[in-house]
């Protein structure tokens, strides 16, 4: 984590124009989708295509706008990536929709509500653009995002608002609004760690003992964010919830990692993982499953519970093939959750591997951008910052894709910006304006002050009288 | 809808998808190689321009003029912004000499840019600090922010 590397004689452009120009592609993508959509399952273009297309539209150009004018050097990448994933989510969801209402279910307005959840996120991204002008206030609230993180993690569990929704209580419910807090919690989690390790970075990786291959730091370097990082931990495990728990652990990993320059983190994280992960295996059932249900799937397609949805995900996205079914022309209702966790599965049978290949490399530009961010930052709270979320991202993409896919054992986590799920799209919304945050500092010129004049001072400072 | 109308459209979007994924790229590519101001012109051009800037600055109303230690060795030691770049150090051509042991002889600077005033550490021995903060890079203050170098604490005043 030098603070002057290469990369800072580099003058960066504003390049509000080339995002412009990516967002109105993003938006081609996004109402483009729409169309196809209407055109696949009902063969006309949508009757409302002119109101929702303006409706995105007016969120996007909101958030352009934003960032033009209080973000102006921020990375010109991240939001219309963001805009095109999500606008591509909607349309899907929206196919979904469409077949669920044909086949009679209650629940089909999936995309509505999404839409609604969309809009709450972008007015949340530019007021956070808005009200933090320099992300280095933050790091004064170290402790105190912790603990409201670890607060918001502890909600679920209150007797009146706490749900406990498909077997996990992730779940608040407030005005009859379902609301998971734990994808705040993870934002804060960030917050709080990057706070604080960017104080205690030294101590860490140079004070303490070297017990067989590693570097033990001291207690009470570590201590506090071990306790912050066990209690979430063991909410998460308390809550059933596994996803979320491999989603904080690998950035608790990731973090420790880049702050200390310790690569022996990875070899006990990785031990320590190893060792979770067999306990898991052996105690609790669930997990056996999820690995049975990986390691054989048609062996358990007619089991209870069996892996009748991972194999439907497989044989949709083996139909779909290279260039998929067409939206509309798939049997994606087959898989449950088809429009949440599985939503990767919908696309690879409707669009085929092209399209999951453009959403991969969509993804993987987002966290290029979020490291990138982190190399040209010029404060450590900044650089730890954008590690923290860019690996937030590259972590859940990783877990859903990986599992939808059959490379991984299958853990519910949902895909950023993608799949069905308010909490997390209004928490990835924020996460991106504060990676714009971020990048808006990195990126800004270097003040120029006036040189100090070396001319005047040389009777103080010390000079060669004579060489040998 | 014909199966070949079909196959356009799902040909089209996939078009559109990949157009804008590798328009990304490109933007991304040109970010990283086309830098097309160079490190001359950053260097060089805008001095004159500065100079100019410099004479014509009026302090504006609520705009810092002086700079105080309001804590140490020194207390009330001052120095007018309008000779900016104020140098802080132990040695005799700072312009807040102080006589704290913690503090090195050339040890920090306060400068602006624009209308902003900033503090820049000069590779000092014990460093310096804004609020709790040790600095790494030229910082903004503003008026009241503390500023700490050794055992003395300055602040920009009006």
Redesign the interface.
Known sequence: MS?TGPLM?????R?RG?EL??LV??L??GI??YA?VG??VE?AVPADMVGYGGWLTGLIIAAHITVRVVAPYAD??LL??VA?LNG?GLAVIHRLDLTYEAMGQDQHTFARQQLIWMTLGVVLFVTTLLLLRDH?VL?RLTYTAGLAGILLLVLPFLPVIGRNINGARIWINLAGFSFQPGEVAKVLLVIAFSGYLVLHRDALALAGRRVVFIDLPRGRDLGPILAMFGVSMMILVLQNDLGSSLLFFGLFLAMLYVATERPGWLVVGGLMFGAGALAAYTFVGNVQNRFNFWLHPLDYYDASPGSYQLVEALFGQGWGGL??R??G?GFPERVPFAYSDFIISTIGEE??L??VM?II??YG?IV??ALRIALIS???FGKLMAVGLGSIVALQVFVVIGGVTGLIPLTGLTTPFLSYGGSSLVANWVIIALLLRISDQARR??????P?DDT??DS?STQVVKLR | MSELTLFLIRAAFLAILWIFVLSAISVIRSDMFGARVPETARGAAPVPERRKGKAARKPRRGAPTHLVVVEGENPGTRAELADAPLLIGRGSDAAIKLDDDYVSTRHARVAASGDEWFVEDLGSTNGTYVGPVRITQPTTIGLGVQVRVGKTILELRK
């Not at chain 1, 004689?9 to 452009?13: E, I, M, Q």
């Not at chain 1, 010129?445 to 006036?450: H, I, Q, T, V, Y």
């Open positions: 603070q004689g580099f003058v960066h452009r390049r080339a120009f990516l592609l993003a081609a993508v483009g989708a196809a055109l696949g063969g010109p990448v219309p990536l095109a591509l280095r790091q260039i998929g067409g939206l022309n669009l085929g092209t399209a453009a490399v969509c530009l290029e951008r010029r404060d450590g010129p270097a003040p120029r002050l006036e100090a005047s001072d103080e």
